[in-house]
């Protein structure tokens, strides 16, 4: 009785479902005809993510009853007007759940009406059954059938069109590929921006005092002596220069430290009070070089914000090591309201780890606090 009343449930919930698809095909009608009368293009991509959502929610209810989930794959409504358009009108996925919500006005119903019709009978048959003969229930479990067909015929209605996750891996991929570019791109420029305005304008100098030195040193020992002086200080400050470029490549520090005392340095460094907490990421082999320097990059740039902008006084830095993956998560006890807009740090910081199949959480509610969580692939 538990099971069946459990299945009539389900149905009645799919006929709310189907009553409600009737609401999704008005939306759908008047983003469509807003649309051709150029008033309202705006309208149907908000409503075909209405019906997402809906058919997202089926899905749930499928997946709940099922154990197995159903799969979805959808191009992204963000961006212009005129792209959210396009993705909401040439989707596949979009028509898959348009014919879905047309089949769930029919099946839905059906379904439903079917179950209630025959819970009085099967409530007759199967209580003479068992109470005189002693043998399981043979009408109750006919609800399960119902059920499990309802499922089947959402799931077949629902699932993504052949190719969808390629189609959605390959738009990924081109994405954080031009990311990549870029971040290279800015890079390259901010690598030949330090060293023609330090280390060459240090070595130019320095090329300059040799040679003053050199046309002194006959008729003024004592210029040429200071000269070469300033040389050697110029050579030094050269120096210290490369070393600084050097560091923004690949920080020296990662390869002899490791990651968990490389960010120990950059707290140190940070004018903060930070706590740092390692779970894991010393035990066994290292992360790859790749993984530990975009997380290094992560946790500098997210001390230098809470530095300069947040106002904090004390910040804590968490490194967990899990099975495949590499979680960075930096909190700062400050004013809070970070813009990603406002600057490159952390568009950079998102590029960095999208090129390593990364994702990057931002909170950052008026008030504090600030907290930057991200995940990194990572075969240890």
Known sequence: MRRAWLATRHLLIGAA????????????????????????????????????????????????????????????????????????????????????????????????????????????????????????????????????????????????????????????LTETRAGAVAAHGAELRRIERDL?????????????????????????????????DDAQDQAEQALAELRHVVRGIHPPVLTDRGLDGAVRALAASSGLSVEVAADGVTDGPRAPAAVEAAAYFVVAEALTNAAKHSG?????????????????????????GADESAGSGLIGVRRRVAALDGTVSLTSPAGGPTEIEVELPCAW
Request: some cysteine; hydrophobic content about 45%; charged content about 20%.
């Open 196 to 228: 023609h305005d330090g280390a060459q304008a240090r070595l130019v100098s320095l090329s300059m005092r040799i040679g003053l030195a050199k046309r002194a040193y006959d008729r003024d020992p004592e210029a040429a002596r200071k000269l070469l």
């Open 312 to 336: 904090a006084t004390r910040a804590e830095v968490a490194l967990t090591r899990t099975p495949g993956m590499l979680r960075v998560l930096v909190r700062d006890h400050g004013c809070g």
């Open 17 to 172: 479902v189907s009553l409600a698809c009737y609401l999704m095909l008005g939306l759908l009608l008047l983003g469509l005809v807003a649309t051709l009368l150029i008033v309202g293009a705006g309208i149907l991509p908000e409503t075909v993510q209405t019906v997402r959502r809906f058919a997202s929610f089926e899905r749930r209810r499928v997946g709940a009853r099922t154990g197995e989930g159903v799969p979805q794959a959808y191009l992204p409504l963000t961006g212009p007007v005129a792209e959210r358009l396009r993705h909401a009108t040439t989707d596949p996925a979009t028509y898959r759940d348009l014919r879905w919500v047309l089949a769930q006005l029919v099946y839905g119903l059906v379904l439903c009406y079917l179950s209630l019709i025959l819970w009085l009978p099967a409530i007759i048959v199967d209580g003479i059954w068992c109470g005189v003969l002693g043998r399981r229930p043979v009408v109750l479990p006919v609800f399960d059938v119902l059920a499990d067909l309802s499922c089947s015929w959402s799931r077949g209605l629902l699932q993504p069109p052949p190719g969808a996750d390629l189609a959605q891996r390959v738009e990924q």
